[in-house]
């Protein structure tokens, strides 16, 4: 089991009494696509198979759109998106769910739309929680590199095995480690290298290969080369944009973060693009005094979150109303992102 942590016998009991009591179908909500979130639910709905759940009566939910490369590449070589795996905007209503949520634990979320999700799960790696546990639910939210770590722990805690579950299981829960950490190098935790080890040991290495494998689009280095000419730099705080995007090139900011939080001298990066009537941050933190999940939630809202690398920095972000009404059209696309930048910088700067 290459040492992976165990949860405590209560805690699987509680797991296993809440979902027990659900007469409901199964909702596993995903706030954002990434790998990460990916490997969370189809690992969180293997485990509640494995608890006696049907597999016909648990549906994935997806907020936003799959934009980015590797994304599309996991959703269409495991073949993903079928009538289990829906965009929240098709047909998600929480009073109809048991709603589960992974990789996040706001029980609020623009993501899903303005609603209360009253989740009866949630298993999440980020700091921040608006979630409490109650006796009816379970939540388990522990400051680690990954919430697939998580996932892979109550997978062996339940000896459900991985290599006899559907083909994408494994993989989505090895890169979903893998990305999280950076390639095991970032914000990595003893219990992260274990879990991803028996992943590993449980796929075929030429699976995990090829979902570490894809390739980028000329807009991606569009957006890099527009995010490097924007760049405003204030003590060691940096602060850019690639403006207004599209879905599908919205996940560069979170590339461009990582690129720019190596740049000598910055200890805080913020990166932000708008999509539709909304503004997306992604920030990077290596001042191990700063709390970025604190700091970008008393500057920005309850939206914002983060967790904490091993050096004791952070890697955050946040979704932003941009709701102009009827101010909200192309001819001042330019003045809106000029007001977005200037209200950005001056948070920051607070």
């Not at 027990?20 to 790998?35: G, H, R, S, T």
């Not at 293997?46 to 936003?64: C, E, M, P, S």
């Not at 219990?191 to 290969?209: C, P, Y």
């Amino acid at each position: 089991m290459h040492n992976v942590h165990n949860l405590k016998d209560e805690q699987l009991q509680r797991l296993k009494d809440v979902v027990a009591k659900q007469k409901k179908p199964w909702a596993i909500l995903v706030a954002q696509v990434d790998p990460d979130a990916l490997g969370s639910a189809f690992g969180l709905r293997l485990a509640l198979t494995g608890l006696g759940v049907k597999h016909q009566d648990i549906t994935i939910f997806y907020g936003g759109e799959i934009g980015h490369a590797q994304n599309k590449m996991l959703i269409n070589r495991f073949g993903l998106l079928d009538a289990k795996f829906l965009s929240v905007s098709k047909c998600f209503d929480p009073a109809k769910f048991a709603v589960a949520l992974v990789d996040s634990s706001q029980e609020v979320d623009g993501r899903f739309g303005q609603v209360e999700l009253k989740p009866v799960i949630v298993i999440d790696h980020h700091r921040g929680a608006t979630v409490s546990q109650t006796e009816d639910t379970f939540v388990w939210v522990e400051d680690i590199g990954a919430a697939s770590t998580l996932i892979v722990e109550l997978l062996v805690s339940l000896k459900v095995d991985i290599k006899e579950a559907e083909r994408a299981v494994g993989p989505l829960l090895a890169v979903g480690i893998h990305n999280d950490t950076h390639g095991l190098t970032a914000g990595t935790t003893a219990r992260d290298l274990a879990a991803f080890a028996h992943v590993h040991a449980n796929i075929e290495t030429q699976e995990f290969s090829r979902c570490c494998t894809f390739p980028r689009s000329p807009a991606h280095f569009d957006n890099k080369l527009r995010a490097l000419e924007r760049r405003k730099v204030k003590s060691a705080c940096l602060v850019t944009n690639i403006g207004t995007v599209t879905n599908g090139d919205a996940d560069d900011i979170a590339t461009i973060a990582d690129d720019f939080i190596s740049c000598d001298g910055i200890s805080l990066v913020v990166v932000w693009c708008i999509i539709g009537k909304k503004v997306r941050i992604s920030a990077r933190n290596t001042d191990a005094t700063r709390d970025l999940g604190a700091f970008l939630r008393e500057r920005f809202g309850p939206s914002c979150g983060a967790k904490v690398t091993d050096t004791g920095g952070g890697i955050g972000g946040g979704l932003l109303e941009l709701d102009l009404g009827q101010w909200m059209i192309p001819e001042v696309r330019e003045e809106i992102e000029a007001l977005v930048d200037k209200f950005i910088c001056a948070k920051m700067q607070a």
